[in-house]
Every structure is written in C-alpha cells, then in structure tokens.
C-alpha cells in the first residue's frame, strides 16, 4: 500500500528524530530475510533498546538531509532492501543485536554505519563494533582492573599475616 504525502512526512519526522537521539545508526541489508525472522530481530533489539526499522531509502536520505549534523553524510552505500538500527543509549548495541542475529540468518549483512557526528562507517568497521564488548561489559572490566591493586595488596597483608603467626606459633611451641 503506497503512503500519502503526509504519511510520508510523518515517516521522515520519526526518522529525523531517531536519527538526532542515536548514537549509531546502523544500516544491513535484509534481502531474503522472512517476515518471522525480521519481527524475532526486533523483539530481541527492543531488549537492549535499539529499534529496528525498514524504511525506504528516499525517505532515510530526506531525514539525514534535514538533520544539520549528518548533511555531509555520504549516502551512497544506501542501495536495495535496507534495514536500520538506532539505538540512543550505546553505541555498540546496534551492531552487536544485528551480528548475533546474522549468526543464526546470514541473510542480514552489513552495508555501514551513520555516527552521531556524521561519519559513514563501512561495514568492516562496524563489524569490528559488533566484536567489541558491551558498555557494561566494559564498564565492569574497568573497574575489575582499578579494583585488582587493592584486592592484590589485601590479599599479600593476609597472606603475610598468617605466614607471621604460623612462625610465631611454631617459636612458641619450640
């Protein structure tokens, strides 16, 4: 069913505002991807709050083209049955839901990515994104590694501890 004008509109407006509030956009073509696969994507996108949408590229370029950060965007990669994922939150999770999809239904490939401050990455650079861990992934790593100093130190001072009454003990005994 072809849309209005002003369905249209509306369409550009919700992607203008998707595109100003994420911090990645990423963009896979879908082509042979089923109806049923394409709604379990994004069921499991929803979790980690990207959105998926499937929207004509025409409308996309008019939506990049009314945001002021992304007007020097090179579009040219947008060609054929494209998906996009925005995601305001983390800017890996986009590429991440739709690598560990692509896992299970290899017809979902990646075409690049659209940064917040209007880059288009390729699709080797947003694989490289998808392998990268998540933002509490990474948070929780970097505070494990400020918190190994201190756990190492605690753990020697106990250590020497008992090995000094182990000794003091076996003086006493003597």
Not at 13 to 28: F, G, P, Q, R
Not at 167 to 173: I, M
């Amino acid at each position: 069913m072809a849309l209005t004008k002003e369905q249209k509109q509306s369409v550009v407006d919700e992607i203008t505002t998707l595109l100003s509030e994420s911090k990645l956009t990423v963009v896979a073509s879908y082509q042979g991807t089923g109806v049923k696969a394409l709604q379990e994507l994004r069921r499991n996108a929803k979790l980690s709050g990207t959105k998926i949408k499937v929207v004509k590229n025409r409308l996309i370029i008019k939506a990049v083209q009314n945001n002021e950060n992304l007007k020097n965007v090179d579009l040219s990669e947008l060609k054929g049955q494209l998906l996009y994922a925005f995601n305001g939150d983390d800017e890996v999770a986009p590429a991440q839901n739709l690598s560990t999809f692509a896992k299970k239904n290899p017809s979902i490939q990646f075409v690049g990515a659209i940064t917040a401050d209007g880059q288009f990455l390729g699709a080797d650079d947003v694989k490289a994104l998808a392998d990268l861990p998540s933002k509490n992934e990474l948070i929780a790593q970097v505070i494990a590694t400020l918190a190994s100093p201190l756990n190492d130190v605690t753990n020697a001072l106990s250590g020497n501890l008992h090995a000094l009454l182990d000794g003091v003990e076996t003086k006493a005994t003597a």
